[in-house]
């Protein structure tokens, strides 16, 4: 969990000490990006890229944060971490957001506070200093790419390790989160892979999880079978058509936005279109929230939950 992973890593970073040596370069998506010091005055878009700062103990390099509270459900304890820090946009900053804050850096993604041709990108905060990592599962956005791994997350907080000079604090979340995907890697190894689709929202189409975007790792992982897998999308719309022909044996529901998740369950099991799926026909739903289901370090949670439902539906 996020609070347990903040204290052992504030613990060991505060014993163990790792200097990088400036300038450091990083790969974000198709650029290579030259720090040469760490970045002082941080903003993150989102609540899964604002946790993966507070699990490194940035809060003392950042200025602010963006995008955590207009869609999403925060947890008490990284509403704690951030107490001080102001949200500077309820969801995407404006370029004049981030100047009046004084930013030097963004961590953001491409439909996680920036839009392709936006006003907010790399490219038009660079003659304000202000430097910008994108997270990497966002990347398929601007080309076309593998599916979605849990390697991406590793990437991301090793880069973020290396722009803010702590490499050591990375490192050891990064191997306890190994350690947790080996395990659930290591008991669902020989078991049936139950056909799963992933919800979102939408009415008359279904916005889900295609192989580009993280969810489709963290079902592969669990033991499962995205039914989208084929589809080469990160998040994107299907018609209810593609739910009735994949038959899904369970429906993962992402929990934010202003329809709750028991109103996006009521709503699957009262349309009359989708009565003959095994998932709403058996009520096997798994609630989750955008946190866990978007790249960040709750897809472990979300892994060890998915494994734990497909246990009890076999």
Same mark, same amino acid.
């Given at each position: 969990?996020?609070?347990?992973?903040?204290?052992?890593v504030?613990?060991l970073a505060?014993?163990?000490g790792? !200097? $990088?040596?400036y300038? /450091?370069t990083?790969?974000?998506? =198709?650029?290579s990006v030259v &720090?040469t010091?760490?970045?002082a005055?941080?903003?993150s878009q989102?609540v899964n890229?604002t946790?993966?700062m507070v699990a490194?103990g940035?809060q003392?390099?950042?200025v602010?944060?963006?995008g955590?509270?207009?869609?999403n459900?925060?947890t008490a304890g990284?509403?704690t971490?951030l107490?001080?820090l102001?949200e500077i946009?309820?969801?995407?900053?404006?370029?004049e957001t981030?100047?009046n804050?004084?930013?030097?850096f963004f961590?953001?993604?491409?439909?996680?506070g920036?839009?392709?041709?936006?006003?907010v990108t790399p490219q038009?905060l660079?003659p304000?200093?202000?430097?910008?990592?994108?997270l990497?599962?966002?990347c398929?956005?601007l080309?076309?790419?593998?599916? !979605? $791994?849990?390697?991406? /997350?590793?990437?991301?907080l090793? =880069?973020l390790?290396k722009i &803010?000079d702590?490499?050591d604090?990375?490192q050891l979340?990064?191997?306890q989160?190994?350690k947790?995907?080996?395990a659930?890697t290591h008991r669902?190894a020989?078991?049936?892979?139950?056909?799963?689709?992933?919800?979102?929202?939408g009415?008359?189409?279904a916005?889900?999880?295609?192989?580009?975007?993280?969810?489709?790792a963290l079902?592969d992982?669990a033991?499962?079978?995205?039914v989208?897998d084929?589809l080469?999308?990160s998040?994107?719309?299907v018609?209810?058509e593609?739910?009735v022909?994949t038959?899904?044996q369970?429906?993962v529901?992402v929990?934010?936005?202003?329809?709750?998740?028991a109103?996006k369950?009521?709503?699957?099991?009262?349309s009359?279109?989708?009565?003959?799926v095994q998932?709403?026909?058996?009520?096997?739903f798994?609630v989750?929230?955008y946190s866990?289901m978007?790249p960040?370090?709750?897809?472990?949670?979300?892994?060890?939950?998915?494994?734990?439902?497909?246990?009890r539906?076999r």
């Amino acid at each position: 969990m996020l609070t347990l992973a903040v204290f052992a890593v504030s613990l060991l970073a505060s014993i163990n000490g790792q !200097a $990088s040596s400036y300038p /450091v370069t990083v790969k974000s998506c =198709n650029r290579s990006v030259v &720090f040469t010091h760490p970045p002082a005055r941080a903003v993150s878009q989102d609540v899964n890229l604002t946790e993966m700062m507070v699990a490194l103990g940035l809060q003392s390099r950042m200025v602010g944060y963006s995008g955590v509270t207009g869609w999403n459900k925060p947890t008490a304890g990284l509403m704690t971490a951030l107490k001080g820090l102001p949200e500077i946009a309820t969801h995407y900053p404006t370029m004049e957001t981030l100047l009046n804050v004084n930013a030097d850096f963004f961590f953001a993604g491409w439909n996680y506070g920036m839009k392709v041709g936006g006003d907010v990108t790399p490219q038009t905060l660079e003659p304000f200093g202000i430097q910008v990592y994108e997270l990497t599962e966002s990347c398929s956005l601007l080309d076309s790419s593998a599916a !979605a $791994s849990l390697e991406q /997350v590793y990437t991301d907080l090793a =880069n973020l390790g290396k722009i &803010f000079d702590v490499e050591d604090r990375a490192q050891l979340l990064i191997t306890q989160l190994r350690k947790r995907q080996q395990a659930v890697t290591h008991r669902v190894a020989g078991k049936k892979r139950p056909r799963v689709f992933v919800y979102d929202s939408g009415e008359d189409r279904a916005f889900t999880a295609g192989r580009q975007a993280i969810p489709q790792a963290l079902i592969d992982t669990a033991g499962g079978q995205n039914v989208m897998d084929k589809l080469n999308a990160s998040w994107t719309q299907v018609g209810w058509e593609s739910l009735v022909e994949t038959d899904p044996q369970f429906i993962v529901i992402v929990d934010y936005g202003e329809r709750s998740a028991a109103e996006k369950i009521q709503f699957l099991l009262g349309s009359p279109a989708l009565q003959s799926v095994q998932a709403i026909r058996n009520k096997r739903f798994v609630v989750l929230p955008y946190s866990a289901m978007t790249p960040g370090i709750q897809n472990l949670d979300a892994i060890e939950s998915l494994a734990d439902a497909f246990d009890r539906g076999r």
